[in-house]
């Protein structure tokens, strides 16, 4: 966990939204990016990496809550949104990777007429 942390400390070096070097220290204890401006809170990120470390470890919220001692209404809140982002992910990945096929099939004069699979003419039993 040390070796995680201390990776995520350099990861704060970079900006996390534009991978460029260039953060300079505000006022507010927060830290803004002279490449794209955005402004962030390290420790927000470094906590948001450790709960996102704890999920990708499959440990549930009400244990990430107690081991990282946050409440466990935002832990649970943040695994749920991980899940929609990955959820997202895997359907508009779906979508390209259907689009594709329905390209292919044109591609290949549509399909194919005529009985498949189980049953089907010409088709030997193995
Ligand atoms: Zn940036």
Known sequence: MKRVLSDMYFLGRKCIFCDKYGLYRLADKRVKCKHCNKKYRLQKLKDDMQILYYFYLEISARKTARELDFRYK?????????????????????RRLNGEIEMDESYFGGKKKGKRGRGAKNKEIA
Do not use: G, L, T, V
């Not at 949104?81 to 990945?93: P, Q, V």
């Open 74 to 94: 935002p832990i649970h809140r943040k695994f749920m949104d991980f899940r929609k982002s990955i959820a997202d992910y895997c359907n508009a990945e779906a």
